[in-house]
C-alpha cells in the first residue's frame, strides 16, 4: 500500500509524543518506591499519601485559585481586544493588535526575570499569590484573544446595531445579541487559560512567595526520591483534568459554530 | 405634505474625510424616498445618522419636528434592514421578529399574535419556529422586513437591501416592497447605487456625489431634465454633444446637427453661450428603408453593434461630432439588425434635447 510508510512514520509519532505521559498512571499504581520496571503490583496508596499530604494540598489550592483568577482576568481582557478589534476602527489597530499578542512568543525566561524585578525592584510589592496572577494574566491574555477574536470573526458586525435599533441599549445588545453568541468561545478561553495558568512553573518559580504553586512544589519534591509515586499520582490527576478541560472546550466551540450556523473550520481538537 | 425629515446643513466628518457636505433635505411623510448615488458618495452615511448610528459633525436633523441631537438609536422613531440583514443568528424566527417588542407591555399571546400577523405581511407566515441560520437569503431579508414593521416606526430605513440577492429575486422583492409600502404607509429610505432600482421603487429621489446631494426629484423629472451633467450620466445612458445657447434661449446651435429652435421649458436654468446637450438612445432613431425622420435627420456610419435581443444598440459616427452617438432600437417584426461600416440615416428631435450646464 502506497501510504503504508507514512502511516508506520505517524504511528510512531504519537508514540514519541504519549508514551511518556502513558508511564504516569502506570507508576502511580505501581507498588513500589523505586520508578523502573518490571511492576511490582497494583496500589492507590500513593493516591491516599497525595491526599494526606497537607503542603501539597496546599500547593494544589494555591495553583487553582492563581488559575481560576487568571483565567477570569484573561478572559476579560481577551473579550475587550478582541471586539474592539472586530467592531471599531481606530489609528494604529493592526499594530496594537500585534503588540498585544506578543507575550505569546515571548521567552517565559526573560519575562519571569523582568517582572521579577519590576515587582520587587521597581514597585516594591512582596511576592504573593497575585504577582503570580498578574504575570499569569500577561502570559495567557494572547491565548484568549486569539481564542475570543475567532468567535467575533464570525459576527456579523451590524447585529449590535440592529438590536440597538430595535430598541435596546448599547450595553442590553451586548448582553442580548453578541454574548450569547459568544458566549462558547468565552467559555473555550477562560478553560485554556485555567490550563495554561495551572501548569505553568518558570514564572511560578520566580514569582510565587512563601506558598509555592503545585508547578514549583512538584520540583521541590523531586530532591526526595521516595516522593515519586506520590508526584506521579497527582500527574495522573492533572493529565485526566486537562483532557477533560480541552474537550470541554473544544465541544462548546463546537456548538458556538452551530448555533451561529457556521462550518466547521479546524479547533483545537 | 408636511416633511416628516428635515435636515439643514448637515455636515459629517471622518478625521479628514468629509462624508457629508451641508445636507439640505426634506422628506414628506409616507413617501418612498431614495439615496441614489456611487459608492462612496455618503448615501449609507445619511441613513445611518438618520437612525442614530452615527453621529453628525454640525447641522439639525429632526425627525417629526423632534430634534434628534444626542438621541439614541434606541429612542428614534426609525428602524432599519440592515444590508447585511443583521438577523440574529442564535434565535428562531419569531424570536428575531419580536425582538424588539420585549419591552412592550402586551400579554404573550398578543405578541405572539403581532409576530404571525407581520410574518405573515412579508409572507412567512408558519416559519415562526424556525432556526434564522437556516433560511435563504430572501427569506432573512423577509425576517429584517417583518423584524422593523412590527414596531411599526414612522420611518424604515433599507440600507441596500436587495443587492445580494440575485435579480429574479432583486425584481420580485422590488414589487413587494412598493406594494407593502403602500400597506403599511410608513415612510420608506431606501439606500441604493441601482439607478434603475431608485426609479422603479421611489416616489423621490436624491442623486449623491461625494457627500452632496446632486438633485432632488421625481424618477421622470431625474430622468428627463437632470440638472447636472453629473446626474444626467448616473441616471441612465446619456450621449452628450457640445452647443451653444442663444441669447434669448430660444435656439441652440448643436455640434454635428446644426441649429434647432427650444422651448423655453427645455432651456430653463441654462444661461446663454455654451452649453452640453444631452440627447437619450431611446429618442435618437435609426431610419430604415423608406421610413422618413418625423423632424430632423442627419447622415453618419455605424460604428459599433450590440444586441440585447430585444433591443439593439448602435454607435454612429456623425462628422463634426467628436464621440459616436449610442442609438437604441426596438427590434420589431422585419427589421435588420444592421452591420458595422454600412451608413445610417439617424433621426433625431429638438424636444428631446436636455440642455445642461457645462
Known sequence: MKGAPLRVYAILYLLFLYAPIALLPLFAFNDATIIAFPLKGFTTHWFTDLAANTALRQAVGNSLFIAAMTAVFATLLGLCAARAGAMARFPGKGGIIGFVMLPLVLPEIIVAVSLLIVMRQVLGLNLSNWTVIAAHVLICAPFSIAILNGAFQNLDPSIEEAAMDLGESRFSAFRLVTLPLVWPGIVSSLLIAFTISLDEFIIAFFLTGANPTMPVYIWGLLRFPAQLPVVMALGTILVALSVVLLVIAELFRRRGLARAGIKDTGGFL | MTALIELEGVNKHYGDYHA???????????????????????????????????????????????????????????????????????????????????????????????????????????????????????????????????????????????????????????????????????????????????????????????????????????????????????????????????????????????????????????????????????????????????????????????????????????????????????????????????????????????????
Open chain 2, 20 to 358: 457629508l457636505r451641508d445636507i439640505d433635505l426634506d422628506i414628506r411623510a409616507g413617501e418612498f424616498f431614495s439615496l441614489l448615488g456611487p459608492s462612496g458618495c455618503g448615501k449609507t452615511t445619511l441613513l445611518r445618522a438618520i437612525a442614530g448610528l452615527e453621529d453628525v459633525t454640525s447641522g439639525a436633523l429632526r425627525i417629526d419636528g423632534r430634534d434628534m441631537k444626542g438621541v439614541a438609536p434606541n429612542h428614534r422613531p426609525t428602524n432599519m434592514v440592515f444590508q447585511s440583514y443583521a438577523v440574529f443568528p442564535h434565535l428562531t424566527v419569531a424570536e428575531n421578529v419580536g425582538f424588539g417588542l420585549r419591552r412592550d407591555p402586551r400579554s404573550r399571546t398578543e405578541k405572539a399574535r403581532a409576530v404571525e400577523t407581520a410574518l405573515e405581511m412579508v409572507g412567512l407566515g408558519g416559519y415562526g419556529k424556525r432556526r434564522a441560520h437556516a433560511l435563504s437569503g430572501g427569506q432573512r431579508q423577509r425576517v429584517a422586513l417583518a423584524r422593523a414593521l412590527i414596531l411599526e416606526p414612522k420611518v424604515l430605513l433599507l440600507d441596500e437591501p436587495l443587492s445580494a440577492l440575485d435579480r429574479l429575486m432583486r425584481e420580485q422583492m422590488q414589487l413587494e416592497l412598493i406594494r407593502l409600502q403602500r400597506q403599511v404607509g410608513i415612510t420608506f429610505i431606501l439606500v441604493t447605487h441601482d439607478q434603475e432600482e431608485a426609479l422603479v421603487m421611489s416616489d423621490r429621489i436624491a442623486v449623491m456625489f461625494e457627500g452632496e446631494i446632486g438633485q432632488v426629484a421625481d424618477p421622470e423629472t431625474l430622468y428627463r431634465k437632470p440638472a447636472t451633467r453629473r446626474v444626467a450620466q448616473f441616471i441612465g445612458k446619456m450621449n452628450f454633444l457640445d452647443g451653444r445657447l442663444s441669447a434669448d434661449g430660444r435656439a441652440v446651435e448643436i455640434a454635428g446637427l446644426g441649429r434647432a429652435g427650444i422651448t423655453e421649458e427645455i432651456s430653463r436654468g441654462v444661461s446663454s453661450g455654451p452649453v452640453a446637450i444631452g440627447i437619450r438612445p431611446e429618442t435618437l432613431a435609426i431610419l430604415f428603408e423608406g421610413e422618413s425622420a418625423p423632424r430632423r435627420e442627419a447622415e453618419g456610419v455605424i460604428s459599433e453593434v450590440v444586441y440585447y435581443g430585444d433591443m439593439t444598440y448602435y454607435d454612429v459616427r456623425v462628422d463634426g461630432i467628436e464621440k459616436p452617438l449610442t442609438v437604441s432600437m426596438k427590434n420589431l417584426i422585419g427589421r435588420p439588425v444592421l452591420d458595422v461600416g454600412a451608413p445610417a440615416r439617424l433621426g433625431w428631435d429638438e424636444r428631446a434635447l436636455v440642455l445642461l450646464p457645462r
